[in-house]
């Protein structure tokens, strides 16, 4: 019986889609991405699109691969882009009245007195609700899969990793839509909130990028006066021994012999003193962004993780090296420079910040980023059962 | 196999706010009968079929449905309903509803269709199977909803409302369809307000008022008492009153009645202790025996008058409806509506159950 219920849901749900015609406008426009995405390449004078060369002396072949070029591509746009917000969006649209037409008054009554659990019945239109989320990715996954094989002349199977990737990051954002339709009742109402609640947490993410990036440009900052600071002692401890060997003392104002190292080494080199300062002034703007960091990944740890999910597919197809290798043609700048007196400017901006950024980030555990968040999803479903098997209809 | 297909005891649903739907409702429907629960709206019919279905959760309710607990989800692959207002998706042809509602309610692919082709013949749907609901009018959907009700096969069926929009043809048809289900010994519990259409179906019926089981049993039992006949004579009205009161002496009466007795008071009786009423030129006795009107009808024709009409008259279900729906304290109609916990009337009335009157 399982099974029989099941499939006649499975079958429903795929005419309630093809009755909205939005699945298959969705479709189309996936389609129309991967054309677009076929379209573009790199050839050893620079980049392509359709019959079209433009001629760059930086970004052509010989710099780039045609296969990095396409990862880049992917994961720069193509998923952050296209299916983090534009798909995901028109998914949204497309299966947000699952849950309000399921307990729409005069429908659910039907529903509900077949013999079937009400918490089965839930979760299994939420589950349809997800693979056709699922279906929309693996069709541009699998469009881009075939782009990247004939025009980059690279297989990459893990491309197809954006389909649980993709699907776990919409099923965040659905488990929430999910609730507000058993909620309020309206497709509109509960789309609506849900887009709100995404803001929310894109400006959470925001905040946190930006709270990290002046932490690590901070710290950076911290590293190279600290590294200055041990240059100047350095320089004050040979000039010292330059002092005593001539036969003249380290004496203060009084004419008396200073005892003490730090103060020897200020007096034969007075700008440690302002390094100092400078260190001090430092590291305590360090501490207080730090602190703010810390704040903000609390914060993050209650809510679902999107940038950090679909970032996972930045990890698992470019690598670190190859991402170094980008940023410093792109920018110019050597990230293994270690000359970090030179950063300036707005936070993040300096490659050498962005790659401790990506360090950072990178760094943070894909059980964190996911366990975290399955877990937002686990109480946000357990409310919609607790809700759909109790409520009255 | 338990011989009711419901029995239930102390059925009783609280909403939120305090709206006290059910009030306590008891209620027994045997195997392979039409039972019509009737009531105004907002009686609680509805909330009592819904806690059937397991649609709402009871505050309180003993009892089994097809021999197995109210709450038992299994059950349902032996139950059909029809809502009241149900809506099926837009999008679906008349065929699949059947399909995905009989796929739901466990019925195997094999059999399902079979059995679309089979209902939708039965309710007189087979030209639309191929149309959109979107497309059907209100009495077609009622159709397609009675169709998907009978998909499983049940051993019981609720219809709510069954006739709701539905036109005079439909409603025969539904009529034929609830007997034939009885013939083939099923279970049928009709949901209505339009009690000429229960009357004429219905084995039993039970009449809810503000979430209490007012009256139950067959239409007889409860018109049991109620019947009488009717005379009427030619003639101006009040001469021929008058000359039916003159008459009255002859026959034997214990008591004359007043004229315009059916207003209420005033009412005679016969030395067998039948009730007799005048009002303009008819004469009322509170008997189903021919043999005793015999005696008045010679003693009117003996005197000259004219007789037009003597008919046996039997309450309609609307009658006793209508009686059941008089407060017997005040006279008042009892207005239709679910009542608040604590009201006036919930006090009044839980002490005349306690007393056994409801």
């Given at each position: 019986m399982i099974l029989t219920q099941s499939m006649a849901m499975l079958v429903d749900a795929y005419r309630e889609l093809n009755a909205r015609k939005l699945f298959w406008v969705t479709m189309g426009l996936n389609l129309i991405v991967v054309v677009v995405y076929a379209s573009l390449g790199i050839s050893e004078k620079g980049p392509t699109f359709w019959i079209w060369t433009f001629d760059n002396q930086f970004f052509n072949s010989k710099f780039i691969s045609p296969e990095l070029f396409y990862k880049i591509q992917f994961v720069s746009w193509g998923t952050p882009v296209w299916l983090s917000w534009v798909a995901t969006i028109l998914a949204l649209v497309s299966t947000a009245g699952i849950v309000p037409d399921l307990v729409a008054g005069g429908s659910i009554e039907t529903m509900i007195s077949k013999p079937i659990s009400r918490v089965r019945l839930f979760l299994t239109k939420y589950t349809f609700g997800l693979m056709f989320a699922a279906m929309q990715v693996l069709v541009f996954s699998t469009g881009c899969f075939l782009v990247m094989w004939i025009r980059g002349g690279v297989i990459e199977p893990g491309l197809f990793m954006a389909v649980p990737i993709v699907v776990l990051f919409f099923s965040f954002l659905f488990s929430v839509c999910a609730l507000l339709g058993l909620l309020t009742r309206s497709t509109v109402a509960s789309l609506l909130l849900t887009m709100i609640l995404w803001f929310l947490i894109f400006a959470v993410n925001a905040t946190d990028a930006l709270v990290l990036a002046t932490k690590v440009q901070n710290e950076l900052r911290v590293e190279a006066l600290t590294l200055r600071l041990e240059n100047q002692n350095t320089k004050a401890d040979e000039r010292i021994v330059q002092i005593e060997e001539s036969g003249e003392g380290i004496v203060d104002g009084d004419g008396n012999e200073i005892e003490d190292l730090d103060d020897r080494r200020q007096a034969a080199n007075p700008m440690i003193i302002r390094t100092k300062n400078n260190l001090e002034d430092a590291q305590g703007s360090f501490e207080t962004w730090e602190m703010w960091s810390d704040r903000?990944?609390?914060?993050?740890?209650?809510?679902?993780?999107?940038?950090?999910?679909?970032?996972?597919?930045?990890?698992?197809?470019?690598?670190?090296?190859?991402?170094?290798?980008?940023?410093?043609?792109?920018?110019?700048?050597?990230?293994?420079?270690?000359?970090?007196?030179?950063?300036?400017?707005?936070?993040?901006?300096?490659?050498?910040?962005?790659?401790?950024?990506?360090?950072e980030m990178r760094g943070r555990g894909v059980g964190w980023i996911l366990g975290t968040s399955l877990l937002f999803e686990a109480v946000m479903l357990g409310m919609c059962c607790l809700i759909f098997s109790r409520r009255d209809f | 196999m338990s011989e009711l297909a419901i029995d239930i005891t102390n059925a009783a649903k609280t909403y939120k706010g305090k709206i006290r739907a059910l009030r306590g409702v008891d209620m027994r429907v045997g195997r392979g009968e039409v039972f019509g629960l009737l009531g105004p709206n907002g009686a609680g019919k509805s909330t009592l079929v819904k806690i059937l279905m397991t649609v709402i959760s009871p505050s309180s309710c003993e009892g089994t449905v097809l021999g197995n607990p109210v709450t038992d989800k299994a059950t349902l692959s032996r139950v059909g309903y029809l809502p009241e207002h149900h809506r099926f998706p837009g999008y679906l042809k008349g065929w699949q509803v059947l399909d995905f509602y009989g796929a739901m309610a466990g019925v195997t692919r094999k059999v399902r269709k079979k059995r679309v082709d089979e209902l939708l013949e039965l309710v007189g749907m087979s030209d639309w199977r191929k149309k959109r609901i979107k497309q059907y009018s209100k009495g077609m959907r009622q159709r397609i909803g009675i169709a998907q009700a009978l998909m499983n096969d049940p051993e019981l069926v609720l219809l709510d409302e069954p006739t709701d929009g539905v036109d005079p043809m439909g409603r025969r048809d539904i009529r034929e369809i609830c007997q034939r289900l009885r013939d083939e010994g099923r279970t049928v519990f009709i949901n209505s307000h339009l009690l000429s259409e229960l009357e004429?179906?219905?084995?039993?019926?039970?009449?809810?008022?503000?979430?209490?089981?007012?009256?139950?049993?067959?239409?007889?039992?409860?018109?049991?008492?109620?019947?009488?006949y009717e005379i009427e004579l030619v003639g101006d009205t009040g001469p021929v009153s008058n000359a039916i009161l003159e008459i009255l002496p002859s026959v034997g009466v214990k008591q004359l009645p007043r004229y315009g007795s059916h207003c209420g008071g005033g009412r005679g009786a016969l030395l067998s202790g039948e009730w007799l009423e005048v009002n303009l030129s008819t004469l009322r006795i509170g008997t189903d025996d021919p043999?005793?009107?015999?005696?008045?009808?010679?003693?009117?024709?003996?005197?000259?008058?004219?007789?037009?009409?003597?008919?046996?008259?039997?309450?309609?279900?609307?009658?006793?409806?209508?009686?059941t729906m008089e407060d017997s304290e005040t006279g008042e109609t009892i207005k239709p509506g679910a009542i608040g916990q604590g009201s006036r009337h919930d006090r009044r009335s839980a002490g005349a159950a306690e007393g056994g009157v409801a």
């Amino acid at each position: 019986m399982i099974l029989t219920q099941s499939m006649a849901m499975l079958v429903d749900a795929y005419r309630e889609l093809n009755a909205r015609k939005l699945f298959w406008v969705t479709m189309g426009l996936n389609l129309i991405v991967v054309v677009v995405y076929a379209s573009l390449g790199i050839s050893e004078k620079g980049p392509t699109f359709w019959i079209w060369t433009f001629d760059n002396q930086f970004f052509n072949s010989k710099f780039i691969s045609p296969e990095l070029f396409y990862k880049i591509q992917f994961v720069s746009w193509g998923t952050p882009v296209w299916l983090s917000w534009v798909a995901t969006i028109l998914a949204l649209v497309s299966t947000a009245g699952i849950v309000p037409d399921l307990v729409a008054g005069g429908s659910i009554e039907t529903m509900i007195s077949k013999p079937i659990s009400r918490v089965r019945l839930f979760l299994t239109k939420y589950t349809f609700g997800l693979m056709f989320a699922a279906m929309q990715v693996l069709v541009f996954s699998t469009g881009c899969f075939l782009v990247m094989w004939i025009r980059g002349g690279v297989i990459e199977p893990g491309l197809f990793m954006a389909v649980p990737i993709v699907v776990l990051f919409f099923s965040f954002l659905f488990s929430v839509c999910a609730l507000l339709g058993l909620l309020t009742r309206s497709t509109v109402a509960s789309l609506l909130l849900t887009m709100i609640l995404w803001f929310l947490i894109f400006a959470v993410n925001a905040t946190d990028a930006l709270v990290l990036a002046t932490k690590v440009q901070n710290e950076l900052r911290v590293e190279a006066l600290t590294l200055r600071l041990e240059n100047q002692n350095t320089k004050a401890d040979e000039r010292i021994v330059q002092i005593e060997e001539s036969g003249e003392g380290i004496v203060d104002g009084d004419g008396n012999e200073i005892e003490d190292l730090d103060d020897r080494r200020q007096a034969a080199n007075p700008m440690i003193i302002r390094t100092k300062n400078n260190l001090e002034d430092a590291q305590g703007s360090f501490e207080t962004w730090e602190m703010w960091s810390d704040r903000v990944i609390l914060l993050k740890t209650i809510l679902p993780k999107t940038g950090e999910t679909i970032g996972l597919l930045d990890r698992y197809l470019v690598t670190k090296d190859e991402l170094a290798k980008l940023m410093a043609e792109n920018s110019g700048v050597d990230v293994d420079d270690e000359d970090f007196e030179s950063i300036n400017g707005p936070p993040g901006a300096d490659p050498r910040v962005q790659a401790r950024l990506q360090d950072e980030m990178r760094g943070r555990g894909v059980g964190w980023i996911l366990g975290t968040s399955l877990l937002f999803e686990a109480v946000m479903l357990g409310m919609c059962c607790l809700i759909f098997s109790r409520r009255d209809f | 196999m338990s011989e009711l297909a419901i029995d239930i005891t102390n059925a009783a649903k609280t909403y939120k706010g305090k709206i006290r739907a059910l009030r306590g409702v008891d209620m027994r429907v045997g195997r392979g009968e039409v039972f019509g629960l009737l009531g105004p709206n907002g009686a609680g019919k509805s909330t009592l079929v819904k806690i059937l279905m397991t649609v709402i959760s009871p505050s309180s309710c003993e009892g089994t449905v097809l021999g197995n607990p109210v709450t038992d989800k299994a059950t349902l692959s032996r139950v059909g309903y029809l809502p009241e207002h149900h809506r099926f998706p837009g999008y679906l042809k008349g065929w699949q509803v059947l399909d995905f509602y009989g796929a739901m309610a466990g019925v195997t692919r094999k059999v399902r269709k079979k059995r679309v082709d089979e209902l939708l013949e039965l309710v007189g749907m087979s030209d639309w199977r191929k149309k959109r609901i979107k497309q059907y009018s209100k009495g077609m959907r009622q159709r397609i909803g009675i169709a998907q009700a009978l998909m499983n096969d049940p051993e019981l069926v609720l219809l709510d409302e069954p006739t709701d929009g539905v036109d005079p043809m439909g409603r025969r048809d539904i009529r034929e369809i609830c007997q034939r289900l009885r013939d083939e010994g099923r279970t049928v519990f009709i949901n209505s307000h339009l009690l000429s259409e229960l009357e004429m179906v219905c084995d039993r019926v039970a009449i809810m008022v503000q979430g209490k089981i007012a009256r139950q049993g067959t239409i007889e039992e409860l018109t049991e008492g109620q019947q009488h006949y009717e005379i009427e004579l030619v003639g101006d009205t009040g001469p021929v009153s008058n000359a039916i009161l003159e008459i009255l002496p002859s026959v034997g009466v214990k008591q004359l009645p007043r004229y315009g007795s059916h207003c209420g008071g005033g009412r005679g009786a016969l030395l067998s202790g039948e009730w007799l009423e005048v009002n303009l030129s008819t004469l009322r006795i509170g008997t189903d025996d021919p043999e005793k009107i015999r005696p008045i009808l010679s003693a009117l024709v003996g005197s000259g008058h004219t007789i037009r009409t003597v008919r046996a008259h039997r309450p309609s279900l609307e009658d006793l409806f209508m009686a059941t729906m008089e407060d017997s304290e005040t006279g008042e109609t009892i207005k239709p509506g679910a009542i608040g916990q604590g009201s006036r009337h919930d006090r009044r009335s839980a002490g005349a159950a306690e007393g056994g009157v409801a």
